[in-house]
């Protein structure tokens, strides 16, 4: 999932970035008066928990909301993996602070093994502002994401402190620095398959462990909350559904929602998107504006969604314009 695109995008252009986040740092770590003394005592901690959700694989779930000060950015799956010689994690959550959180649950729950391999299944922020935490030699995924956190990382970072204010302090964006590109790698004794697939954004890794099966889909996969859109090419993302669809694999970890072992994080976000799709082709061929758009009514099955109305509104912002321009004709002025 993601913050606001265009929003990180003015964000990445505003070198002042730096010192209003230092300026935001420095309140909410209280300046020593009686008023910041008590405002800067609160103890901000996720409590994170790992749940065991296939031999030695470890899922840590976040809520299915949108970001808030009261789920500090928890919002987002995260998961780690005890291999032979080591330990392998799949995304590091939204802040330093989350990062710092996960670092210390690995260490309770596999103690003494070292973290061999981080990897970060795409750019949006819940999923990569975690990475200082973690040896950043060991961060690990395509490419084109690792471009996309450079383009968009700081714009991103900019806007989570807008959000969550004190949860993100400390935090700023760390790029991976290993650049993949085999289908397969081992580590620490273990393989893993890498599929490089699209349509989230323009770059989505899934990882699956072929020793237990589990296929670790990031956000190309959601269940029981509402698929965000910020990046997302529709059609590529449903081939790329269709593909996971056909994967052999035992149990599915989404990028939001509870683990899944019957594939039903794959059907109700392809249903979704067609929906979504077909919803806001329609919206645009009747020429309505994006405001009429926005309050047509979601379907009954999509009410289990956690924040589908805010998200649909999200959705006509991101798919509009795009959708005007390839379904309006281009009329030629002939005079
Ligand atoms: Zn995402």
């Known amino acids: 999932m993601s913050v606001d695109s265009t929003?990180?995008?003015?964000?990445?252009?505003?070198?002042?970035?730096?010192?209003?986040?230092?300026?935001?740092?420095?309140?909410?770590?209280?300046?020593?008066?009686?008023?910041?003394?008590?405002?800067?005592?609160?103890?901000?901690?996720?409590?994170?928990?790992?749940?065991?959700?296939a031999s030695k694989t470890w899922a840590v779930l976040g809520r299915t909301e949108y970001f808030n000060m009261d789920n500090g950015g928890n919002i987002v799956n995260v998961a780690f993996i005890e291999v032979p010689d080591g330990v392998v994690v799949v995304d590091t959550g939204p802040s330093k602070r989350y990062g710092d959180a996960l670092?210390?649950?690995?260490?309770?729950?596999?103690?003494?093994?070292?973290?061999?391999?981080?990897?970060?299944?795409?750019?949006?922020?819940?999923?990569?502002?975690?990475?200082?935490?973690?040896?950043?030699?060991?961060?690990?995924?395509?490419?084109?994401?690792?471009?996309?956190?450079?383009?968009?990382?700081?714009?991103?970072?900019?806007?989570?402190?807008?959000?969550?204010?004190?949860?993100?302090?400390?935090?700023y964006p760390v790029s991976p620095t290993v650049a993949l590109e085999a289908d397969r790698e081992d580590v620490g004794g273990r393989?893993?398959?890498?599929?490089?697939?699209?349509?989230?954004?323009?770059?989505?890794?899934?990882?699956?462990?072929?020793?237990?099966?589990?296929?670790?889909?990031?956000?190309?996969?959601?269940?029981?909350?509402?698929?965000?859109?910020?990046?997302?090419?529709?059609?590529?993302?449903?081939?790329?559904?269709?593909?996971l669809s056909g994967m052999d694999k035992a149990l599915l970890i989404p990028g939001h929602g509870p683990s899944d072992a019957k594939d039903e994080s794959l059907v109700q976000t392809a249903d979704y998107l067609d929906w979504l799709y077909g919803s806001i082709s329609d919206s645009v061929m009747r020429g309505l504006t994006m405001n009429e758009a926005m309050v047509l009514s979601i379907p009954a099955r999509f009410e289990g969604l956690g924040v589908v109305r805010t998200e649909y509104e999200r959705s006509v912002v991101h798919l509009y314009p795009a959708m005007e321009d390839a379904l309006y004709p281009v009329v030629e002025v002939t005079r």
């Not at 393989?191 to 899934?206: E, I, N």
């Not at 072929?210 to 990046?231: C, I, K, M, Q």
Request: proline residues 4%; aromatic residues 10%; charged residues 20%.
């Open 7 to 53: 929003a990180g995008k003015r964000a990445s252009a505003a070198p002042a970035s730096r010192s209003r986040r230092q300026v935001m740092q420095w309140f909410a770590a209280g300046c020593g008066c009686a008023v910041c003394g008590s405002a800067g005592a609160r103890l901000l901690d996720f409590d994170l928990m790992a749940v065991e959700v």
């Open 103 to 171: 670092n210390a649950l690995i260490s309770k729950t596999v103690p003494g093994k070292p973290i061999l391999r981080v990897y970060n299944t795409h750019h949006h922020p819940d999923h990569f502002l975690g990475n200082q935490s973690f040896d950043s030699s060991a961060i690990a995924a395509p490419q084109q994401v690792i471009d996309n956190i450079a383009l968009e990382g700081n714009g991103f970072a900019d806007n989570m402190y807008r959000l969550l204010g004190d949860w993100m302090r400390g935090t």
């Open 191 to 243: 393989q893993f398959s890498l599929y490089y697939l699209a349509g989230h954004t323009s770059s989505d890794l899934v990882i699956r462990d072929d020793e237990t099966g589990v296929l670790f889909a990031g956000d190309l996969a959601f269940l029981y909350r509402a698929p965000t859109t910020p990046h997302a090419d529709i059609k590529t993302w449903r081939a790329s559904l269709d593909l």
